[in-house]
């Protein structure tokens, strides 16, 4: 079973001011830059854009980002051309790693289609994360089954 639900989404809904963006010191590491190439490989992504700055977040900071402050479940957020994940997840866990992955395939999106402010295309974004999550778990010896559950619950942030 997994430790962690897989929750990720990126937001283009949600707004706020500057002076409420999280504080945090962002990193990137060799281990991160092969996330990012697997995350260009499964999307058949061809091109060369910068990689977004990974932050370490708290639960009440993404909470923020993710659902306007309200309660909410949320491990990583791609917003603002950057990764914002929970600071208490393990990066070297392989289901926490596939989350970063599905995060860098919004990256790839964003750069690609642009900024998604209607259903349909938020929909077909997001199969396309969870599928590039499915694969990556999949190559690395984990189940998908929490991935094909996450699928059947989406729904578009409107």
Known sequence: MFKYIIAAAVVYFVFFNESDKPHAVSF??????????????FTKFVGDI????LIPSTPKELQKMYCGG????????YYRGNIYYDNSIE?????????????????????Q?????????????EQQAYQVQ????????????????AIKGLTCPT
Do not use: M
């Open 50 to 53: 910068e990689p977004p700055k």
């Open 70 to 77: 309200n309660q909410c479940f949320v491990s990583a957020i």
């Open 134 to 149: 499915s694969t990556y778990l999949k190559l690395h010896g984990h189940s998908d089954k929490i991935i094909k559950e």
């Open 113 to 125: 289609y642009g900024p998604t402010y209607d259903c349909d295309l938020w929909y077909k974004k």
């Open 28 to 41: 990137q590491t060799p281990e991160v830059q092969k996330l990012y190439e697997e995350a260009k490989f």
């Open 91 to 111: 990066l070297n866990d392989t289901v926490n790693r596939s989350i970063i992955v599905h995060e860098l395939v919004h990256h790839i999106q964003n750069h």
